[in-house]
């Protein structure tokens, strides 16, 4: 059978999910042992907040398979994917699921830390512009997601490697060069998502990193020192 080998996924994309991949384990770590290490939980937090909007704007105007709209599963796609009719590149309709869910939880984690508080020492940076009882409540949406996290991700990872061992399809293998072997004439290169795109979705991370750090929010005033006993 003619093969052919084309570029799957975009520099930008890899480097997104790589990066994601670090930041994820470093929270997940971070967060279990807590401590002073929860400083350094914060801010995988704010990080992984500017990769996730980066990863928005670039599914809008990145490169051919790393639009959404290349990937979104469909009734008919999902169906296809079933019947072993389903012959695209890139995300299948079942990985799709996997990584819109993924996203969303990511989302809904980084959302609810930045409200959040540890009971002691440490408030998300956005904690001020909420209620004490929001706040708590958020905190414990924020300890509960993470045990629905780690199970998709266990899940993405079972079906990575059964592809691997099964279906023999190397997922990880584009993910790392960017190039993928197909079948000649069912597929083409992606295209599009070049650099102005590329700084545009950028400057759009950067802004809503700052936006969720909080460094925009007025200082809190110093309470006024007490005035001394006197002594008599």
Not at 42 to 69: D, P
Not at 201 to 210: F, R, S
């Amino acid at each position: 059978m003619n093969r052919q080998r084309i570029r799957l996924w975009d520099l930008p994309t890899r480097v997104f999910h790589w990066s994601l991949v670090v930041l994820v384990v470093a929270s997940v770590v971070s967060g279990k042992i807590g401590g002073n290490l929860i400083v350094w939980h914060s801010r995988c937090g704010l990080a992984i907040v500017g990769l996730l909007a980066f990863r928005l704007v670039w599914g809008l105007i990145g490169s051919t398979y790393a639009r959404f709209l290349s990937f979104i599963p469909t009734p008919a796609s999902l169906l296809a994917y079933l019947r072993g009719q389903w012959h695209g590149v890139g995300h299948n309709p079942l990985g799709a699921f996997s990584v819109f869910g993924l996203l969303g939880l990511l989302a809904l984690q980084a959302g609810t830390g930045l409200f959040g508080n540890d009971d002691i020492a440490f408030r998300g940076p956005l904690a001020a512009l909420v209620s004490g009882d929001l706040s708590d409540w958020l905190t414990g949406v924020h300890k509960l997601s993470i045990n629905l996290l780690i199970a998709l991700i266990v899940l993405h990872l079972a079906a990575i490697t059964f592809y691997a061992r099964v279906k023999k399809d190397n997922l990880v293998q584009p993910m790392l060069t960017g190039w993928k072997e197909v079948e000649a004439g069912r597929a083409e290169s992606a295209s599009g998502g070049g650099r102005l795109a590329f700084c545009g979705a950028l400057l759009i991370a950067l802004a809503v990193v700052y936006g969720a750090s909080g460094a925009w929010l007025p200082t809190p005033a110093t309470p006024p020192a007490s005035a001394p006993t006197p002594a008599w």
